[in-house]
Antibody
Framework: QVQLVESGGDLVKPGGSLRLSCAAS????????MTWIRQAPGKGLEWISH????????DYTDSVKGRFTVSRDNAKNSLYLQMNSLRAEDTAVYFC?????????????WGQGTLVTVST | EIVLTQSPGTLSLSPGERATLSCRAS???????LVWYQQKPGQAPRLLIY???TRATGIPDRFSGSGSGTDFTLTISRLEPEDFAVYYC??????????FGQGTKLEIK
């Protein structure tokens, strides 16, 4: 079955950096776009980035452009999110997600999430 | 960017009752590209409905979606105890960013 397992969340100071990872299994990773979605504590959901099957195409929400970089390693079935210049408002649970067989624009499969806390 | 507004913010009902949740878009959602998710505390969201009205795999038929254009509805015909959760709508009819509503909390009365 499809499994997505995030890791790398931590407490980091404002201006710091963090790299999140997502280990995928149970499907052909290279066949699917992958997406990061986050949820601030007690708040709603926010789409932040996606990456195409080969990694050649990426997109970001405005609030993270220039600070976050999504990447993937299809040989390792892994998705990454490099987060730089972190701000307090980046504090959230970060979910790694995958769409259905024929879509990348809504998400059937979700990891359990990893918590990023940006604070002094 | 399409803004989705969900109402009510909180809905208090009893098991066995009917729940009607609303999602209104700031502009028409292309081809009714709207989904609904359910989220329970400490868990990831679960896809319920896509294409505004198609149930996802394994979703009970007490859940139904309807609507088009700018007004969409999620209906739960007879509430079960496990249905009390937060519900989010999300549109995917435009280029990214794909946007979510702010959520409706369905609580036990």
């Amino acid at each position: 079955q499809v499994q997505l397992v995030e890791s790398g969340g931590d407490l980091v100071k404002p201006g710091g950096s963090l790299r999140l990872s997502c280990a995928a299994s149970g499907f052909t990773f290279s066949d699917h776009y992958m997406t990061w979605i986050r949820q601030a504590p007690g708040k709603g959901l926010e789409w932040i980035s996606h990456i195409s099957r080969t990694g050649s195409d990426t997109d970001y929400t405005d609030s993270v452009k220039g600070r976050f970089t999504v990447s993937r390693d299809n040989a390792k079935n892994s998705l990454y999110l490099q987060m730089n210049s972190l701000r307090a408002e980046d504090t959230a649970v970060y979910f790694c997600t995958r769409g259905g067989r024929s879509t990348s624009r809504y998400w059937v499969y979700w990891g359990q999430g990893t918590l990023v806390t940006v604070s002094t | 960017e399409i803004v989705l507004t969900q109402s009510p913010g909180t809905l208090s009902l009893s098991p066995g009752e009917r729940a009607t949740l609303s999602c209104r878009a700031s502009q028409s959602v292309n081809s009714d590209f709207l989904v609904w998710y359910q989220q329970k505390p400490g868990q990831a969201p679960r896809l319920l409905i896509y294409g505004a009205s198609t149930r996802a795999t394994g979703i009970p038929d007490r859940f139904s979606g309807s609507g088009s254009g700018t007004d969409f509805t999620l209906t739960i015909s007879r509430l079960e105890p496990e249905d009390f959760a937060v519900y989010y709508c999300q549109q995917y009819g435009t280029s990214p960013p794909y946007t979510f509503g702010q959520g409706t909390k369905l609580e036990i009365k």
